[in-house]
């Protein structure tokens, strides 16, 4: 299982670090963020179909085809562990060192999107209140970390529980 998780994970890390430079290259210090959209939904899709692959190879190379849901979820989620840790780093690697007003920018670019939403301007003024307060805890690193970190992994968690049904092989009598 080691090896497999090894390569997928970190084949899935790359694409997500892959994803998350070019988002910020779309991006490059303008405030729009919303030019990156499309591409971080066909990463995601590129850097999760590395479970499938994973548990397969596992599956089929070392385990003659047969494999649990149990076995092949754990693998899965060794995948998405691995894949979720280089995107955080990747985030926090950036903000930290290379824009740390990416925070400053993001906050001006969700008011700006939150006061042309239409909602009234109570709401709006709670919400933006909401928000930055959120940001003030964002601007913790150790915050920051398991925010960015729990961004993608809930999704593939999921991933791996379908992943691990499609793939999982019993012993036939």
Known sequence: MKTAVLKFGIISGLIFSTMVIIMILLEGGSGN??????????????????VFFGIREYRDKKLAG????????RTGLLIVLIG???????????QHFIDQDFTTRYTEYMVEQMK???KST?????????????????NNPATRAVYTFLEIFPLG???SVLCALLMKKKVSV
């Open 33 to 50: 963020f919303e030019s990156g959209q499309g591409f971080n939904y066909l990463f995601m899709v590129g850097a999760y179909s590395m």
């Open 157 to 159: 968690l999921l991933i």
């Open 84 to 94: 979720a840790v280089f995107y955080t780093a990747t985030w926090i690697i950036y």
């Open 66 to 73: 047969i494999i649990s849901f149990n076995q092949a979820f």
């Open 116 to 118: 042309s939403s239409g």
């Open 122 to 138: 109570e709401q709006i003024n709670s919400e933006v209140e909401a928000f930055r307060k959120n940001m003030a805890e964002y």
